[in-house]
């Protein structure tokens, strides 16, 4: 089975902090992905990657960074935290062009 | 990727079978049909996902229909673990390195 993980389920930061969302899948898959998803907006997509080191923006990126130095690890970096960043974020991953994406537990990030 | 139509909540008795439709009227030759769920504050899951042929895992069952206008996901037997929203999804395969596109889902509630 795939398993993917993320670093905290639940994350509490004040405004202006630098936040650091991790995520590790164990099935050397290629691509990964950072979303977001806040009621009635449904997931929407921040930053994926097709491999180490490569990186493109999603849909809504500004705000956030990305890290890939090792094919296992897809790091977000919320550079300085807001208030309209809380929300639940969710890192999935799949293999090259299969179908079939696999989500993490999901971390769920207030900011106060 | 195509639209689809799902019924907004539904309930079902532990123990019977849970049968959630989904309309797709407009999907095209190569787009296949997926089932994710999501339990409450958890990452989307993979369930089940087809083209044209029924399909049976050991989660649900899915059911297309011959025009591939509409399908069927079962659950045989729900359990209360079995509350989730249900998404249904087409898209083409290839794209599984695509942004996955969730839409309302059904809110499916097992009552005791």
């Known amino acids: 089975d795939v398993k993917v993980t993320q670093s905290s389920r639940y994350l509490v930061k004040r405004t202006g902090e630098k936040v650091f969302l991790e995520c590790v899948q164990d099935m050397d898959h290629e691509n990964m992905f950072w979303y977001r998803q806040d009621p009635g907006l449904g997931l929407r997509l921040i930053y994926f990657?097709?491999?180490?080191?490569?990186?493109e923006k999603g849909d809504i990126p500004e705000g956030y960074s990305v890290s890939r130095e090792k094919k296992e690890r897809f790091s977000l970096i919320l550079e300085s935290a807001s208030t309209n960043q809380t929300s639940m974020y969710l890192c999935?991953?799949?293999?090259?062009?299969?179908?079939?994406?696999?989500f993490g537990p999901g971390t769920r990030l207030l900011v106060l | 990727d195509a639209k689809t139509t799902q019924p907004p909540s539904m309930d079902c008795a532990e123990g019977r079978a849970a049968n959630l439709p989904c309309n797709h009227s407009?999907?095209?030759?190569?787009?296949?049909v997926y089932w994710y769920r999501q339990i409450h504050s958890q990452g989307p899951q993979y369930i089940i996902h087809?083209?044209?042929n029924n399909e049976t895992n050991e989660m649900a069952s899915l059911i297309i229909t011959e025009d591939r206008k509409s399908s069927t996901l079962i659950l045989p037997h729900a359990t209360l673990r079995d509350t989730a929203v249900y998404y249904c999804?087409?898209?083409?395969?290839?794209?599984?390195?695509?942004?996955?596109?969730f839409g309302q889902g059904t809110r499916l509630t097992i009552n005791p």
């Open positions: 990657s097709y491999d180490v080191k490569m990186k």
């Open positions: 407009t999907i095209s030759g190569n787009e296949y």
């Open positions: 087809g083209l044209k």
């Open positions: 999804i087409v898209r083409v395969a290839s794209q599984g390195a695509q942004k996955l596109v």
């Open positions: 999935a991953t799949v293999q090259g062009h299969k179908e079939t994406q696999y």
